[in-house]
């Protein structure tokens, strides 16, 4: 199901809250695969980061690799900056249980130690299983255990709502 929540309003809503808290001539972004990728493209734009952009596929970090499997298309990391000592923004699409974030981490920790690292997401829908917050959140709901929100695109973007059966 389709909702009619608008992908590119959120994105700007984003960008907003995200320029008083970074310098775009020092600050580097990273968008974690694949929606995450999709928003960084945008928000890397809007914010006129100087910086490439960087990408993380955390397949091989997860620490529930072994109860979801690996996913099918597993693809290359590319951090084309020095990370130490730099602000980073880690863009994903939905945080849920943080797992997701916290592979991240771990990659870009295997890169260099940073400033500091912001998560800007487009949807913080609740549900945490590991003390992970959103810096940034276009979108703060309350999902229930049946329901899977997910980015869709990358052209266009939507998130949709799909109800699911919940798992033991």
């Not at 909702?3 to 809250?17: I, N, P």
């Not at 968008?31 to 397949?59: E, K, N």
């Not at 959103?134 to 049946?146: C, E, K, P």
Request: without cysteine.
């Amino acid at each position: 199901m389709t909702t009619d929540w608008d992908v590119g309003a959120l994105m700007e809503v984003m960008a907003r809250d995200l320029r008083p808290l970074i310098d775009p001539e020092q600050a580097a972004m990273i968008g974690i695969f694949t929606g995450g990728v999709w928003l960084a493209r945008a928000l890397h734009a809007a914010l006129g980061l100087q910086q490439p952009l960087g990408r993380v596929d955390i397949s091989f970090y997860r620490d529930d690799f072994s109860q979801i499997g690996l996913h099918p298309q597993v693809r290359a990391s590319d951090i084309p900056f020095a990370v130490d000592g730099r602000d980073i923004i880690l863009v994903d699409d939905v945080l849920y249980t943080g797992r997701t974030v916290r592979a991240a981490m771990n990659e870009i920790f295997d890169y260099g130690r940073p400033a500091r690292i912001l998560l800007a997401v487009l949807v913080d829908r609740g549900g945490h299983e590991l003390p992970v917050a959103a810096d940034v959140a276009a979108l703060r709901l309350i999902a229930t255990a049946g329901e899977h929100i997910k980015l869709r695109g990358p052209d266009p973007l939507r998130l949709e709502l799909e109800q699911r059966e919940p798992q033991p």
